[in-house]
């Protein structure tokens, strides 16, 4: 089976966590005992009804609150599918959240409140999905339920939505679905109460979108995260490289370059642990082993000889700023990518974005927490990296205070 990663993303009470609660639930993916548990919750905070919301809000602070503060994360299975839920939280000062839960993601989901319609949190969570690449949209239009489930509610928020959705350039499909998380209206089952709705339950939806094809298998890149060497009689000679492939395909006998050292050699067998392979593509993780002897190390990369990465000192990102002590001009961070690691300096911001109008706020010299924007920075040494556009692994990196050992800042390359 393969795995779907998806987030939600919505405005404050929009019904992110009782979504995921509702369709936990109905899809019989909680166990007795987890079930008991939140029954027993739900009686002890007065609620009239179980409160699915606390299958994913854990912490205290959630419960008393009844919001979503971190990111939580919930596995589970159909005979389909396998998934993996990033339940991100609403509030403005959470956006840095949602950057990191859907990071990941193949899929986002847009919660949209059928009372109040698209608001600046829905546009703020859709640009960000947009600007981390996720190509597929649903649109879920919660509690129809408190609208008279009204089909005329529902297509003007749909319609707004596209409106405003028609400038973002990275997403391939959205799909509407009107929900009612409470009562369980078209999440698992069809809903009898909207005969006027045609299309897909929102479970059958997630069970059968396609995003096999989002990986970068053109460009061929391996960060090498660990060089093998057991020293013992049976494999006295042996040195591999270990790591995860990033984009593109690696096979025996393929000719390589050796980053940024840039010497060339060919791929002499590729390990697993299911025995040699034939070939290696993303994200598979493997043991790949040369024919020559050469110097290599954690941060280097092996990539295919006629297809060369960028590599440069000088990169030109967009940024989310995650910490909530405002960045200083020209402030020098340590920079993660991949497997590398090097000192940099901002050295230029060119702008911040208007999440609400998409426009470009110029004349700004820091970032404060949340703001998403463009810099200029140089690093200390050359940067082996695509675009994010290109490649979201090798395109995406992390700041962090050398001081505070605090991640300030995560990156898309441009």
Not at 98 to 124: H, P
Not at 138 to 154: R, W
Not at 387 to 396: A, E, K, L, Q
Not at 401 to 409: K, M, R
């Amino acid at each position: 089976m393969d795995l779907l990663r998806f987030t939600t993303a919505g405005s404050v009470d929009d019904g992110k966590s009782t979504l995921i609660g509702r369709l936990l639930y109905d899809s019989k993916s909680i166990f007795e005992d987890q079930l008991e548990a939140m029954e027993e919750s739900s009686r002890r905070r007065g609620d009239e009804n179980v409160n699915l919301a606390l299958l994913t809000d854990g912490l205290k602070a959630e419960r008393e609150q009844g919001i979503t503060i971190d990111v939580a994360y919930r596995y589970f299975a159909t005979p389909k599918r396998k998934f993996i839920i990033a339940d991100t939280p609403g509030h403005t000062q959470y956006t840095r959240n949602m950057v990191t839960g859907a990071s990941t993601a193949n899929l986002a989901i847009i919660l949209i409140d059928a009372r109040k319609g698209v608001i600046e949190q829905t546009k703020r969570h859709s640009f960000i999905a947009n600007l981390l690449r996720i190509q597929h949209l649903v649109v879920a239009v919660n509690k129809m339920d408190l609208v008279d489930y009204s089909e005329e509610v529902y297509q003007k928020i749909v319609q707004d939505f596209r409106n405003f959705a028609s400038r973002l350039d990275n997403i391939v499909e959205i799909t509407d679905i009107p929900i009612s998380a409470l009562n369980g209206d078209n999440v698992v089952d069809k809903s009898e109460n909207m005969p006027w709705y045609q299309g897909p339950t929102f479970l059958y939806h997630l069970e059968h979108v396609y995003v096999g094809g989002e990986e970068n298998h053109v460009d061929a890149r391996f960060p090498v995260q660990w060089v093998i060497r057991p020293m013992s009689d049976e494999w006295h000679d042996f040195r591999g490289y270990a790591g995860r492939v990033a984009g593109g395909v690696f096979k025996p006998g393929d000719e390589v370059t050796v980053l940024p050292s840039g010497f060339k050699t060919r791929v002499k067998a590729i390990h697993s642990p299911d025995g040699e392979k034939a070939e290696a593509f993303a994200p598979q993780s493997v043991c790949i082993t040369l024919t020559e002897e050469i110097d290599i190390s954690r941060g280097d990369t092996l990539v295919k000889t006629n297809n060369p990465p960028q590599v440069s000192q000088d990169i030109e990102a967009m940024i989310c700023w995650f910490s909530n002590k405002p960045m200083p001009p020209h402030a020098k961070f340590v920079l993660r990518h991949t497997t590398q690691e090097t000192k940099a300096i901002i050295q230029d911001v060119k702008y911040h974005v208007d999440i609400n109008t998409l426009h470009k706020i110029e004349g700004v010299d820091s970032f404060s927490m949340n703001d998403i924007g463009r810099i200029s920075l140089r690093t200390a040494t050359p940067l082996i990296h695509d675009s994010y556009r290109r490649n979201r692994i090798t395109g995406s990196f992390i700041l962090i205070d050398p001081g505070t050992n605090e991640t300030v800042a995560a990156g898309m390359i441009i």
